[in-house]
């Protein structure tokens, strides 16, 4: 891993100086002083993640009362945890007295979590149980101090936190795409495998790469055997149109096939972005495996397949890709200016038996494959955009048009502007002009 310097010259107002330049250049990507200047990283948690709807965890993870998981992002640690009202909460991992952590286990079962420091002792709740002799302070008082709490959202079975306590409700954006994402049945569901992909990269190159498929036939073979989202919208439009007049008639599920687009600045409010299109296989192919064929029983209420994949974003961190037989998250985490997590998760259904049902190694073959893949370029990408010679292109018109809204988004936010704008209905890259009719039969949720 190449050392990283910063600019001892940085400052806020060359930060903005760079982002107001760069507003004026809408269609180029970043230059470098966004990957390498510690001002920049700072503001972007303070600024982006930290006001943004984040995916947590999943509620088979605290089945039960006293349940909890630890979720970390830079340099903050939080407790989730069922209580013992059944509550999920996001508890801030630090003690109210000097700062400790106290929860230390990455997940576990308690009634309560001690401060290993001096000794305070806290409820699941988060309020404070004990604080050893803070009798000798009359003034003293434990309901003031409790731990810290972030913002909880949970539906369909995913938990999401946003540190902002006056974010926009989450549950709110989320509801808007019911009809898409409650027959899967992920409230429900198994977590079948999780894996971790670190990579030397900025959070934006991880980001940048996984919203778009310019690279995808240059870089991903097998996924590109199987998926249309690496065509143009010409070759991918027939192909589209074809599976939304049969996706009602095989899987089962009404409106399945209806799209709904309110990501970045276009979402209900900042940080609470949702998204969902479906989008063709090629033909023969009817799910996400090595060669088409399926891999576990079908999800939730699905009766068939009909060549489709659904595309979710929950925030702007999150992702999912559902198949009918198994379902797929997609985290970034950033761990550092110049370090990323990457998180997979792989759902297939409540009752599904591994070893019987479906082979764990073939369900996840395909991601597996392609996201060591994305590892290698991103860290290629990470080092040349480290050249003090990088000079950034422009960016395709068709293939890169949602970075292009993000970076839109995530340069207002740099600049402290967090306001949203109203929705507009257009085609998904790859689902040509007949897209927007399916957009504006699934409407906005709000009425826009």
């Not at 305070?120 to 101090?145: C, I, K, Q, T």
């Not at 959070?203 to 919203?211: C, E, R, T, V």
Request: net charge negative; with cysteine.
């Amino acid at each position: 891993m190449t050392a990283f310097v910063p600019d001892v010259e940085d400052s806020q107002q060359q930060l903005q100086r760079a982002v107001s330049a760069q507003l004026q250049q809408p269609d180029a990507g970043l230059p470098r002083y966004f990957y390498r200047s510690e001002v920049t990283y700072q503001q972007e948690l303070n600024n982006v993640f930290f006001r943004s709807w984040l995916y947590a965890g999943h509620v088979s993870q605290i089945p039960d009362k006293g349940d909890y998981f630890l979720y970390e992002i830079a340099e903050e640690s939080v407790i989730v945890v069922r209580g013992e009202d059944d509550t999920v909460r996001a508890l801030i991992n630090s003690c109210r007295h000097r700062g400790s952590r106290v929860c230390e286990a990455s997940s576990g079962h308690c009634r309560t979590f001690v401060c290993p420091y001096h000794g305070w002792v806290y409820n699941a709740d988060g309020s404070l149980r004990a604080a050893r002799h803070m009798e000798a302070m009359p003034e003293f008082r434990r309901e003031d101090h409790g731990l810290k709490q972030a913002r909880v959202a949970v539906r369909f079975g995913l938990i999401f936190i946003n540190f902002d306590p006056d974010a926009y409700d989450f549950n709110e954006s989320l509801k808007q795409v019911d009809a898409q994402m409650a027959p899967y049945h992920l409230d429900q569901a198994k977590i079948a495998h999780r894996e971790t992909y670190p990579v030397d990269a900025n959070w934006k190159i991880a980001l940048g790469n996984y919203l778009e498929c310019y690279h995808c036939d240059t870089a991903h073979r097998a996924y590109s055997k199987i998926h249309t989202f690496k065509e143009r919208e010409h070759v991918a439009a027939p192909l589209n149109r074809a599976m939304w007049a049969r996706a009602e008639r095989e899987t089962g599920i009404p409106d399945i096939e209806k799209a709904l687009y309110r990501m970045f600045r276009e979402a209900p409010g900042f940080g609470a972005c949702v998204y969902t299109s479906r989008y063709a296989l090629f033909d023969g192919c009817k799910t996400g495996s090595r060669d088409g064929a399926p891999l576990a029983p079908l999800m939730g209420d699905f009766k068939g397949y009909d060549g489709g994949a659904g595309d979710y974003q929950f925030g702007p961190l999150t992702y999912m890709l559902n198949y009918p037989d198994h379902c797929i998250l997609f985290r970034y985490v950033p761990r550092g200016i110049d370090r990323t997590d990457m998180e997979i998760v792989w759902f297939v259904a409540g009752d599904a038996r591994e070893g019987v049902d479906y082979d764990r190694e073939e369900l996840i073959w395909l991601w597996h494959v392609t996201t060591l893949e994305d590892k290698r370029i991103m860290t290629l990408n990470a080092a040349g955009v480290n050249s003090q010679f990088f000079e950034p292109g422009p960016q395709h018109p068709e293939f890169e048009d949602t970075p292009k809204r993000f970076l839109d988004w995530y340069l207002h936010a740099l600049a402290g502007d967090f306001s949203v704008v109203p929705p507009t209905v257009r085609a998904h890259r790859v689902s040509s002009c007949e897209m927007v009719g399916k957009v504006e039969k699934a409407g906005t949720g709000n009425g826009e």
